[in-house]
């Protein structure tokens, strides 16, 4: 069993990212099992998380772009966790997997760097400052040195409405955060 003296914030800073290898295009199914799995036999103290890497794209289909999301490595899943006995057992017999990266039976951690260049590792995300109705310039983008009033602010998804004045018109346009600085 895992050792419940640690708290679980301890036991995530020793968890290691390994690659487990699954049937193709069956990946978001063995992630949700994982998952499923995990909660059920209380393992969240071994298995901190489940990720399939994904990388977006623009398809354009008759004359029409639309930006879509395909599977960094299909094939392959990658699990932040700290392997014992019954952690492995656990994520080598969900349907689906067909065992973990490595030599034999042995999964082989990834490097810090490694999982830093597949996109994985979570950045900081910069705090920012902006409120409703708080002047703004915008900086890049096609309405660069435009100044404007913020309308909504979207934390999720880091974007925001803003009300720009374009031929004596105030027009609504929707910024990164990135896109704008406070007048």
Do not use: C
């Not at 209380?42 to 008759?62: A, L, R």
């Not at 435009?146 to 974007?159: D, L």
Request: neutral net charge; glycine residues 6%; aromatic residues 8%.
């Amino acid at each position: 069993m895992t050792d419940r003296t640690e708290s679980r914030e301890e036991r995530a800073k020793k968890a290691k990212w390994y690659v487990v290898h699954t049937y193709s295009g069956h990946e978001n199914k063995v992630k949700a099992n994982l998952e499923k799995m995990v909660e059920n036999r209380g393992m969240i103290d071994d298995i901190f998380e489940i990720v399939v890497p994904t990388e977006e794209y623009v398809d354009s289909k008759s004359g029409k772009k639309t930006i879509k999301e395909r599977k960094k490595f299909p094939g392959y899943v990658l699990v932040k966790m700290i392997v014992n006995d019954e952690s492995w057992y656990l994520v080598r017999n969900t349907r689906g997997v067909t065992g973990f990266v490595g030599p034999g039976s042995k999964p082989v951690p990834l490097m810090d760097q490694e999982v830093k260049a597949l996109g994985v590792l979570e950045t900081a995300l910069p705090a920012v400052d902006f409120k409703e109705n708080d002047s703004v310039r915008v900086i890049s983008g096609p309405f660069e040195n435009f100044m404007g009033t913020i309308n909504s602010i979207n934390m999720e998804k880091r974007k925001v409405k803003v009300y720009v004045s374009m031929f004596g018109r105030e027009t609504l346009v929707e910024l990164d955060f990135d896109q704008i600085e406070k007048a």
